[in-house]
T-cell receptor, first 110, second 115 residues
Framework: DAKTTQPNSMESNEEEPVHLPCNHS???????IHWYRQLPSQGPEYVIHGLTSNVNNRMASLAIAEDRKSSTLILHRATLRDAAVYYCTAGGTSYGKLTFGQGTILTVHP | DTAVSQTPKYLVTQMGNDKSIKCEQN?????MYWYKQDSKKFLKIMFSYNNKELIINETVPNRFSPKSPDKAHLNLHINSLELGDSAVYFCASSQLAGASTGELFFGEGSRLTVL
C-alpha cells in the first residue's frame, strides 16, 4: 500500500464546502484511492473511491491530481453530521488490503 | 437490520486468557476481514477471507486464529491474551475482493481491554 499523509485536523462551518487533502506520492499505477470516515464509537464508513478520474457520489466528490500523487475529498456543504475522522488510503490490489493512517479530524461548527 | 454485526461489543479480560469475537454479515458478500485499530487510531488489516478461504494473513501472531465456518461468518479467537492486544477489532465485508473493492462494510467494532 502507498503511504498517505493527511493533516491531523481541519475545521469548517456548517453549510460551507470542505476540502480535505491527501498526499500519496508513492502510489502505484494500479492502486485505487479510497476515502472512509469514522464517527465516534462506530466503524469506518465508505465515502468514495477512484483510480484516475474525478468521482462524484451523493456524499462527496473526489478530485485526483493528474500525477495521482495527491487527492482531495470535497464535501460540498458540510453539516454537523459530517464531523468525523476522514481516512485516505491507497492500495487494495489484493482482497481489501487497505491500511488506514491517522486520518484528519474534521470539526464542523454550527 | 445490521449489515455487519460483531459480538461482543466490549470485552474486558485478564492477561493469559483466551477469548473470541464473532462476526456475521447478511449482505451476501464473499469476502470478510478483520481489522485492528490501535490507540492512535491506526486501522490495519489482520486477515482476509474469500469464500471461507484465508487470503491475507498480515504477520499476525499465531495466537490469533480466524475461523470462517461459512462465508457469512468470520470469527476471531485469541489465545494467551497480552496487554498489547488491547484495541478495537473491526470486522468488515465486501462484495468484490480485488483492487476495485470499492466499498468495505464495517461492523461497529469490539473493544478488547486486557488487564
Amino acid at each position: 500500500d502507498a503511504k498517505t499523509t493527511q493533516p491531523n485536523s481541519m475545521e469548517s462551518n456548517e453549510e460551507e464546502p470542505v476540502h480535505l487533502p491527501c498526499n500519496h506520492s508513492t502510489i502505484s499505477g494500479t492502486d485505487y484511492i479510497h476515502w472512509y470516515r469514522q464517527l465516534p464509537s462506530q466503524g469506518p464508513e465508505y465515502v468514495i473511491h477512484g483510480l484516475t478520474s474525478n468521482v462524484n457520489n451523493r456524499m462527496a466528490s473526489l478530485a485526483i491530481a493528474e500525477d495521482r500523487k495527491s487527492s482531495t475529498l470535497i464535501l460540498h456543504r458540510a453539516t454537523l453530521r459530517d464531523a468525523a475522522v476522514y481516512y485516505c488510503t491507497a492500495g487494495g490490489t489484493s482482497y481489501g488490503k487497505l491500511t488506514f493512517g491517522q486520518g484528519t479530524i474534521l470539526t464542523v461548527h454550527p | 437490520d445490521t449489515a455487519v454485526s460483531q459480538t461482543p461489543k466490549y470485552l474486558v479480560t485478564q492477561m493469559g486468557n483466551d477469548k473470541s469475537i464473532k462476526c456475521e454479515q447478511n449482505l451476501g458478500h464473499d469476502t470478510m476481514y478483520w481489522y485492528k485499530q490501535d490507540s492512535k487510531k491506526f486501522l490495519k488489516i489482520m486477515f482476509s477471507y474469500n469464500n471461507k478461504e484465508l487470503i491475507i494473513n498480515e504477520t499476525v501472531p499465531n495466537r490469533f486464529s480466524p475461523k470462517s465456518p461459512d462465508k457469512a461468518h468470520l470469527n476471531l479467537h485469541i489465545n494467551s491474551l497480552e496487554l498489547g492486544d488491547s484495541a478495537v477489532y473491526f470486522c468488515a465485508s465486501s462484495q468484490l475482493a480485488g483492487a476495485s473493492t470499492g466499498e468495505l462494510f464495517f461492523g461497529e467494532g469490539s473493544r478488547l481491554t486486557v488487564l
